[in-house]
């Protein structure tokens, strides 16, 4: 099976500019996850998506959005850009509880700078 | 709000000894998950665990969960090179959704 897909895989944008960042999760899985990842704050939890549905959000302002598709493909958006937003971001996706597939597989990340 | 603690921060260790690393969290959970990140890479599923007790072994590696005590442990033994990396562990808050919530990470320096 091929694993969790991400593009692009580096972006470099200026303040103020809007981003979206693509992520193809396994193929059968349904849950998928974005987190970002900084040297200062570590790994923080963005949003989960199943059946299109947003379940779960993490404490991130409004500028940070998300959706999924019925493919379960999902779409990270960033607007009003910040220099604090460059970071690395990681998809991560998963099955709903299924055993023997507990865990969530991560994509390889987007590195975003932000200038 | 479920806070995830990883100690030490960094670990500079010889090849051959054994070290462990802790993770503690502040909130109930019985799903905790160890992850490994090379420089510049993504994160490698190493552990699930998902009960109060479970103990996983791979290669030099082995964790544990104490979900009374809200800790796990990552023990490596006769550590080589190859395991120099950045660990993390997460503790999953969802309630039957997936949010992880990942500890500081503990990066490790193997010396030969």
């Known amino acids: 099976k091929a694993g969790v897909t991400q593009t692009p895989r580096y972006l470099i944008k200026t303040r103020g500019q809007q981003v979206t960042l693509s992520c193809s999760p396994i193929s059968g899985h349904r849950s998928v996850s974005w987190y970002q990842q900084t040297p200062g704050q570590g790994l923080q939890f963005l949003f989960e998506y199943f059946s299109e549905t947003q379940r779960n959000k993490g404490n991130f302002p409004g500028r940070f959005s998300g959706r999924q598709f019925s493919n379960s493909r999902s779409e990270m958006n960033v607007s009003t850009l910040e220099l604090g937003d460059s970071a690395l971001y990681l998809c991560a996706s998963s099955q709903p509880r299924q055993p023997g597939q507990e865990t969530q597989y991560f994509g390889p990340g987007t590195r975003l700078l932000v200038l | 709000e479920l806070k995830v603690e990883q100690n030490p921060l960094f670990l500079s260790m010889q090849e051959g000894k054994n070290y462990t690393i802790y993770c503690n969290y502040s909130?109930?959970?019985?799903?905790l998950y160890w992850y490994r990140q090379d420089p510049g890479k993504s994160l490698e599923s190493l552990f699930v665990?998902?009960?109060?007790?479970a103990v996983k072994q791979e290669g030099r590696s082995m964790a544990s969960l104490d979900t009374k005590a809200r800790l796990s442990t990552l023990h490596i033994t006769a550590a080589v090179h190859d395991l120099s990396a950045t660990y993390f562990c997460a503790v999953d808050a969802g309630s039957g959704t997936y949010k992880y919530i990942f500890g500081t990470g503990t990066r490790l320096k193997v010396l030969a």
């Open positions: 909130t109930t959970s019985d799903r």
């Open positions: 665990l998902l009960s109060n007790g």
